[in-house]
């Protein structure tokens, strides 16, 4: 087969987002997770994925694979196990605001384990993601995190991750514990700020990026919802400001950026760049419902990144 632009791993969610309309309560149904939302932000801006993953044999699994089939996924590396696809529900609060309801424990997408990772389609890659979600929903999973990562970084392929921290799976000390062992192989980092402070035990941008830098890690994205990005590369910090946008559904937000980002690094952007197309994604997307769902059109995002893209934003350097 062709190399792929990008390939991550982890576990795909059916999600359900609920809305109150005229006094009922109405359910969307769509599908996403941290490490599979990138996969479609970028395959719809035109590069080439594949999504390593385990789906439950039954309707709600055929439902998974349609999908991944109609946006052009690669599933070669999708194994159809015994067990349930995990669920989960948005439940919408004011100002764009949400909360989440799962049903994921023991799923089969947690079963993902070291033997799923072929090491020769690692090696066809240029670029591999995943999350810290996909390391907390199960030991054998964060396995293969690791075992994807150390293939992909003995081959110099780059390596992309998310901690995309949820303290509700595990604890701080796991967290920090998974992200720590990992972190020599990874080339670019994509935390919220909030995360990272947490993660690191560092307060201020500048130190949580250089003491990155010193870990080996290359690009540096700090993200911080409506305050942008601070992008640490090549000696330089810039912080770049986001568009601003009344948001309906911040759902995806982040991970919409991480597809955006790194389907601008493949193009040759460079990561300031790449971060402001990542922002125009991220930005427009909050405008409608679910992580998918309300992806922007590909004409919009590229004329906007037009508009913006050699905008000098030497005041935000450092």
């Given at each position: 087969m062709n190399r792929l632009d990008l390939v991550?791993?982890?576990?795909?969610?059916?999600?359900f987002s609920l809305k109150e309309q005229n006094g009922k309560l109405l359910a969307f149904r769509s599908l996403g997770s941290s490490s599979f939302n990138p996969l479609v932000t970028?395959?719809?801006?035109?590069?080439?994925?594949g999504y390593i993953a385990r789906f439950g044999k039954d309707a709600l699994g055929r439902y998974l694979l349609n999908f991944l089939q109609k946006e052009k996924i690669d599933i070669s590396q999708i194994r159809l196990?015994?067990?349930f696809n995990a669920l989960y529900f948005i439940l919408r609060l004011p100002e764009g605001e949400r909360e989440f309801l799962y049903y994921r424990k023991g799923s089969a997408g947690s079963t993902l384990c070291p033997d799923d990772i072929d090491e020769e389609y690692i090696k066809?890659?240029?670029?591999?993601?995943?999350?810290?979600?996909?390391?907390?929903?199960?030991?054998?999973?964060?396995k293969a995190v690791y075992k994807a990562f150390s293939v992909a970084w003995e081959a110099g392929i780059n390596v992309s991750f998310d901690p995309n921290l949820r303290l509700g799976l595990w604890n701080i000390e796991d967290a920090r514990g998974?992200?720590?062992?990992?972190l020599p192989f990874i080339d670019i980092l994509l935390p919220a700020l909030r995360e990272a402070q947490l993660l690191f035990k560092l307060e201020e941008e500048k130190?949580?990026?250089?003491?990155?830098?010193?870990?080996?890690?290359?690009?540096v994205v700090l993200k911080k919802g409506a305050a942008g990005v601070t992008v640490g590369w090549g000696?330089?910090?810039?912080?770049?400001?986001?568009?601003?946008?009344?948001?309906?559904?911040?759902?995806?937000?982040?991970d919409a950026f991480d597809g955006a980002f790194l389907y601008g690094l493949l193009q040759g952007y460079s990561p300031f760049e790449a971060a402001k197309l990542g922002n125009i994604v991220g930005a427009l997307m909050i405008k409608g419902f679910g992580a998918i769902s309300s992806l922007p059109d590909c004409k919009e995002v590229f004329s906007l990144f037009e508009q913006i893209r050699n905008i000098d934003n030497d005041k935000g350097r450092s």
């Open positions: 991550s791993l982890g576990e795909c969610l059916i999600e970028a395959a719809r801006l035109g590069a080439s994925v196990v015994e067990g066809k890659t240029k670029i591999i993601h995943s999350t810290g979600t996909t390391q907390a929903i199960s030991l054998s999973s964060r998974a992200l720590n062992e990992i130190e949580i990026i250089e003491y990155l830098w010193r870990q080996g890690v290359r690009i000696n330089s910090i810039v912080t770049l400001p986001a568009l601003y946008i009344e948001p309906v559904d911040t759902t995806g937000a982040g």
